[in-house]
């Protein structure tokens, strides 16, 4: 509250609640929309409880919630900069990558382009759930979807703990990368503009 005013924008990349089911998770949305800015959320890996935009967006409207919206194939626009991305998925080269998780990558990155596409302003920042690459910085078909776009800037999280070490050098390729998961930040939010 201290840091974030009314009219601010605030991204959370995913793993917002642990409920299992959508209707389970009305207490944290309820916190969510007491505290300050307008608050857009994408899937990270535990948030099982996300389902359809319509079903999710549906449960905003049942519950009166005004400030907090879903970033899922679309995009928004906060102070002249358009505000992407997806979850992400395991990419290839990454050790727990397997033949399995090639369709679920693949599908991240058609997620990706198509909130891409929906960019407003020539100031693009992408948010992911996963990291997009490992620390060694090879490419693959997420980095050139965001180099296709000319993505300036790329936000991610799920690397909590000791693996905050494996986190993404700060600028490869012309796009600069940084961590923003909650316990490396010291749960205070990290101005991007």
Same mark, same amino acid.
């Given at each position: 509250?201290?840091?974030?005013?009314?009219?601010?924008?605030v991204v959370l990349p995913g793993d917002f609640s642990w409920a299992t089911y959508l209707e389970e998770s009305k207490k944290d949305f309820d916190f969510l929309e007491s505290l300050n800015g307008?608050? /857009?959320?994408?899937? +990270?890996?535990?948030?099982?409880?996300?389902?359809?935009? @319509?079903?999710?967006? &549906?449960f905003l409207d049942n519950n009166g919630y005004k400030t907090i919206s879903f970033l899922h194939n679309n995009s928004?626009?906060?102070?002249? /900069?358009?505000?992407? +991305?997806?979850?992400?998925?395991?990419?290839?080269?990454? @050790?727990?990558?397997? &033949?399995?998780?090639?369709?679920?990558?693949?599908?991240?990155?058609?997620r990706l382009e198509n909130s891409l596409k929906t960019a407003k302003t020539d100031e693009i920042?992408?948010?992911?759930?996963?990291p997009p690459m490992s620390n060694m910085c090879e490419g693959n078909d997420f980095i050139d979807m965001m180099k296709k776009y000319n993505v300036k800037k790329c936000f991610y999280g799920h690397l909590h703990g000791k693996s905050h070490e494996n986190k993404i050098r700060e600028e490869y390729d012309g796009i600069k990368y940084y961590l923003i998961s909650s316990d490396y930040l010291k749960f205070s939010p990290k101005r991007i503009k």
């Open positions: 509250q201290a840091s974030v005013g009314v009219d601010d924008t307008n608050k /857009i959320i994408l899937k +990270g890996n535990h948030d099982y409880w996300w389902t359809t935009m @319509s079903k999710l967006n &549906e928004y626009e906060a102070e002249g /900069i358009s505000i992407c +991305g997806t979850r992400g998925w395991l990419y290839p080269g990454f @050790s727990g990558y397997k &033949e399995s998780s090639e369709k679920y990558f693949n599908r991240e990155v058609i920042y992408v948010f992911t759930h996963y």
